[in-house]
Structures are given as structure tokens and as C-alpha cells.
């Protein structure tokens, strides 16, 4: 089993409504952050949340994260048609490397 | 400021045949990083350099997998001899700090071995 894992795989959804993903993980953790990947394009960093935080807000995107679930989710509001990417979700263990879910992968329809 | 680039974009090669993909990182960032993406599965962690020392490369698959960083700036990835199961997209990525912080990475390398 994986570290991790983004749910769920794939999601479609219309342009203005919101978008919610979630990861869960099996290790404990230093902070998690979120990844987005547009097609063809590199991994862009969007937020990291420490394992002391329970929620943290970057313009449309909102970011929970529950420990003792070993929980995390993503949730972008007000979707448009550029937020069409794969969302990963990478977990960090202090002094260890980054362990990368399989992704999300968001269509926005215009 | 520039951010990691990578080279080539794309390789396509006959498996037996040896690719060197190239990495260079952010500018006075000593932590690099290879990760590679197989056939839509996860992304994972290949190696980290410090500068030019290998930190940790318990994710480099195989002896077929050679990694250097000679100098502490950019980085090659050489696989020698490819086999079809190295296909996949290859990721760059570097950072200041080595304690978990954000690490920035390149556009990746598509490799295709037939």
C-alpha cells in the first residue's frame, strides 16, 4: 500500500462550482502539501500545511488536514476551466523525502 | 529568477540504447532531487543530492540507473541500458532547505524506450 493516496482518481466537474479532493496517508508527518501538474507542464507547489495546522486558506484553495485520520483534503472554489490538472498531494517526514499520492485527475467543463 | 529546467523534453530510444537526461536546478539551491512518473502511477522519489553528495538514493531502481552531480550544480541521469519498463516522465526538482519545505520542480523529461 501507498502513501499518500489521492481520492478520488478523477473528477468532472462544471466551471464555477467547487472541487473537492482527498488524500490519506499511513506514516506520521512533518507537513503535507498539495502539487498541481497541467498537462504536459512540471509539478507547481500550491500549499503546504504543517502537522500542527488544521486548515489553511491560499486565494480558492482551502486545505484540511486531520492527523488523526491521517487525513488531508483540497478543495478549490469557484472553479474555471484553467484548473484543469492532476492534483497530487506529497506527505514529508522530517529528514525523509517527499512520498507523491497517484493523483487526482480534475476536468473543469467550461 | 529561473526555475529548473530539464533536457531534453522528450527521448525516444530502442530498449539497450543509453539517454542522459539533464537537470539544472534553481540557482544556489544544494538539494536536488530525481523522481520519476511510470505509466500514470505515482510519482516516485529516485534520489537527493546535497551539493554534489548522493544523501539518499534508495530509490534508484536498479544498477542500470547512474546519477551524478559533479561540481554541486546541474545533474545528469544516466540509464544505461534502457528497458521498456523505463518509460515514464522524469522530475527534477531542487530546494534550499533539505528539512521538508517546498521543493520546486522542472517540467520533466518524457521517456519513451520501445
Known amino acids: 500500500s501507498q502513501q499518500g493516496e489521492e481520492d478520488p482518481q478523477a473528477l468532472s466537474i462544471q466551471e464555477g462550482e467547487n472541487a473537492t479532493m482527498n488524500c490519506s496517508y499511513k506514516?506520521?508527518?512533518?507537513?503535507l502539501q498539495w502539487y498541481r501538474q497541467n498537462s504536459g507542464r512540471g509539478l507547481v507547489h500550491l500549499i503546504l500545511i504543517r502537522s500542527n495546522e488544521r486548515e489553511k486558506h491560499s486565494g480558492r484553495l482551502r486545505v484540511t488536514l486531520d492527523t488523526s485520520k491521517k487525513s488531508s483534503s483540497l478543495l478549490i472554489t469557484a472553479s474555471r476551466a484553467a484548473d484543469t490538472a492532476s492534483y497530487f498531494c506529497?506527505?514529508?517526514?522530517?529528514?525523509?523525502?517527499?512520498?507523491f499520492g497517484p493523483g487526482t485527475r480534475l476536468s473543469v467543463l467550461p | 529568477e529561473a526555475g529548473v529546467t530539464q533536457f531534453p523534453s522528450h527521448s525516444v530510444i530502442e530498449k539497450g540504447q543509453t539517454v542522459t537526461l539533464r537537470c539544472d536546478p534553481i540557482?544556489?539551491?544544494?538539494?536536488l532531487y530525481w523522481y520519476r512518473r511510470v505509466m500514470g502511477k505515482e510519482i516516485k522519489f529516485l534520489l537527493h543530492?546535497?551539493?554534489?553528495?548522493?544523501?539518499?538514493e534508495s530509490g534508484m531502481p536498479n544498477n542500470r540507473f547512474l546519477a551524478e552531480r559533479t561540481g554541486g550544480t546541474y545533474s545528469t541521469l544516466k540509464v544505461q541500458p534502457a528497458e521498456l519498463e523505463d518509460s515514464g516522465v522524469y522530475f527534477c526538482a531542487s530546494s534550499q532547505s533539505v528539512t521538508g519545505e517546498t521543493q520546486y520542480f522542472g517540467p520533466g523529461t518524457r521517456l519513451l524506450v520501445l
Open positions: 506529497a506527505t514529508v517526514n522530517y529528514g525523509q523525502n517527499f512520498v
Open positions: 540557482s544556489g539551491h544544494d538539494n
Open positions: 506514516t506520521s508527518i512533518n507537513n
Open positions: 543530492f546535497v551539493k554534489e553528495s548522493k544523501q539518499d
